[in-house]
Each structure stands twice: as C-alpha cells, then as structure tokens.
C-alpha cells in the first residue's frame, strides 16, 4: 500500500491521472440490465463490477437506464472516503503542476449532466478542471476495450511523462498497461483499488 505523501510525490512533474468512478470513488445503486431482444424480458441483473467483465451473448443487448440516471446517482452515490480524500488532494497538487486529471467511467452519457457534475462537488471534488470521458458511448467489446481507446487518446498528446490509473476493475488496469511499449517514453502506474479506498500497484 502507498502511503498518503507518496501521492504528492508521484503527482511531481508533468503527469495524467485517471479515476474510475463506480466501486472506485463511488458505490451507488445503479444497475445495468441484459435484456433478451427477442422477448424484451430481462435476463440478468449487473452490478458495476459485473458489468465490467460482461460480454453479451447472441440476442442479448445492455439496459443502460439505470446507469443514464443522474437523479438515481446522487440520492444514491456512497463515497469511497479514503479514495475521495486521495482524489482531492491529487487534483488539488497535479492542478498547480500543470498536470491533468480525468475521470474515465464505463457509463454513457447521463441524462442530465449538471446533476451528475453536482454529486462530485457536493463531496468536495472540484470539477472545473476534471473532465469526465463515458467510454459507455463507445462500441466496443467491453470496458477494457473501450477504456483503453481513450487512455490512447490522452497519451497520444505527447503532453505527458507519467500516467496513473486508479480503477477497481483488473482489465481496465491491464489494459492502461498494455500500452506501454506504444509509448516506452511514459511512466506507467496502475493502482487497483478495493471497496475501502485501499490501493495496489499492480504491474
């Protein structure tokens, strides 16, 4: 486990941080259903952690309503305390470096974005310098895949020496780390985070 000042000294220098948001920085009720296309009937019932692995068999489709619902999000969103106050102070530090932090969710667009961007803030995150990617509008595979198109993105910039991912997912870890011979001039660090807001590196 990395102890709260290594932090700080890994957000030294010109860097990208990412955050994952459902069962990383948040725990909420949302649910994604796996209907069957032919008789609409709902097949099975994903939570977050599920939903990241969950590769859709023939005539089946996602349900995303749940998932779209910025009301549901904040009445129901739970912080993660320990990665809430880690978050804070990366965003605080990596700010005034010059440095960027994004948030990269396995949702799509939610239905009403001031109400999403407003549960950040009620718990102290401030927003106006994170930017929020939804790699649920994306048409791949999976999380994984989708996630790692806008990893891509970001270190194509040529802006950055570091990344760090914190993500309670593996693959979504993996995948962030499976570019590093793509860019072999970027430090690479993926952080897999627990349900209390503890983190490992995983390499």
């Known amino acids: 486990m990395l102890a709260y000042q290594e932090y700080l000294e890994e957000a030294t220098g010109k860097g ?11 725990k909420s009720k949302a649910r994604v259903r796996v209907i069957d296309t032919k008789t609409q009937k709902v097949k099975k019932i994903l939570e ?3 939903f990241n692995s969950y590769k859709l068999g023939k005539g089946e489709e996602f349900d995303y309503g749940e998932f779209k619902s910025s ?3 904040y009445q129901t969103a739970t912080p993660i305390a320990r990665m809430i106050h880690k978050a804070k102070a990366i965003i605080k530090n990596a700010t005034a470096k010059g440095s960027k932090v994004i948030i990269v969710t396995a949702r799509a667009d939610m ?12 718990h102290g ?17 999976n999380s994984a895949a989708n996630k790692s198109i806008i990893f891509r993105k970001y270190l194509k910039t040529g802006k950055f020496k570091r990344v760090r991912l914190f993500d309670d997912h593996v693959e979504n870890l993996k995948a962030l780390l499976d570019l ?24």
Not at 16 to 26: A, R, V
Not at 111 to 118: A, Q, S, T
Not at 135 to 141: Q, T
């Open 16 to 26: 990208l941080t990412i955050f994952d948001i459902d069962d990383t920085m948040f």
């Open 48 to 50: 977050p952690k599920s």
């Open 71 to 73: 009301k549901l999000f």
């Open 111 to 122: 239905d009403d974005k001031d109400l999403f961007i407003k549960t950040f803030e009620a």
């Open 125 to 141: 995150i401030p927003m106006k310098d994170v930017y929020v990617e939804r790699a649920g509008n994306m048409s791949g595979k």
């Open 180 to 203: 590093k011979r793509e860019f072999a001039d970027i430090e690479f660090f993926a952080y897999h985070a627990n349900d209390k807001g503890s983190i490992k590196r995983i390499k």
